[in-house]
């Protein structure tokens, strides 16, 4: 079955303790994004990767990293987790070959992190 | 700088009446527009697209849009809603530059 994974689905966690939260799909899609969802704000987009060992900023990367290593895995990294950073998380990818799907973002279930 | 905007954060309708949820967007050239759903504790579901060609999109689940160019407009259209249709809507742009713009969500509400 085509999916994109993420684990863990819920995660509370302390101010300043390092975590990941990994993403993985199997659709051998060359790109894949990371979005948070706040109430009123919509999905935001924290990073995005192109493809393999290539990745950019979106809207809202401070205090974010990422990786892509594989193309079947995109890792968000928060080093030193705050507060502000609670909310739901989303990893999304799509293809970038021109076809019917083309630049059609499959979701993750969604990973709710609390930064206390 | 491109934006798009939801004017409605909720809607409520009855069960078979018919359904349009606003879209508008800001971007120079002609975008990628999409219309996702989300249900309660769910990810995002593609519901349907426009690239170019006919400006009226038919998507899944008898969900319908049309492109306006002139408004910068790219409104959601169901004829008849369903119990099943209670979620959450959001409209997105996607400039061509690998950056998705999404806009704040209209939640539907059906009465029975």
């Known amino acids: 079955e085509a999916q994109v994974t993420q684990n863990p689905r819920y995660l509370i966690t302390v101010t300043g303790k390092k975590l990941t939260v990994t993403c993985s799909q199997n659709m051998n899609h060359e790109y894949m994004s990371w979005y948070r969802q706040d109430p009123g704000l919509g999905l935001r987009q924290i990073y995005y990767s192109m493809n393999v060992e290539v990745t950019d900023k979106g809207d809202v990367p401070e205090g974010y990293k990422v990786s892509r290593k594989e193309k079947r895995n995109f890792p968000l990294i928060l080093e030193s987790p705050s507060p502000n950073q609670t909310s739901l998380y989303f990893c999304?990818?799509?293809?970038?070959?021109?076809?019917?799907?083309?630049?059609?973002?499959?979701f993750g279930p969604g990973t709710r992190l609390t930064v206390l | 700088a491109q934006s798009v905007t939801q004017p409605d954060i909720h809607i409520t309708v009855s069960e078979g009446a018919s359904l349009e949820l606003r879209c508008n967007y800001s971007y120079g050239a002609t975008p990628y527009l999409f219309w996702y759903v989300q249900s309660p504790g769910q990810g995002l579901q593609l519901l349907l697209k426009y690239f170019s060609g006919d400006t009226l999109v038919q998507g899944i689940k008898g969900f319908e849009a049309e492109f306006k160019r002139s408004q910068s407009s790219f409104n959601l259209r169901k004829p008849s809603v369903h119990w099943s249709d209670a979620a959450e809507y959001f409209c997105a742009v996607d400039t061509g530059g690998f950056k998705t713009i999404f806009g704040a969500g209209t939640r539907l509400f059906v009465k029975a």
């Open positions: 999304a990818s799509s293809s970038q070959i021109r076809e019917s799907s083309y630049n059609e973002q499959f």
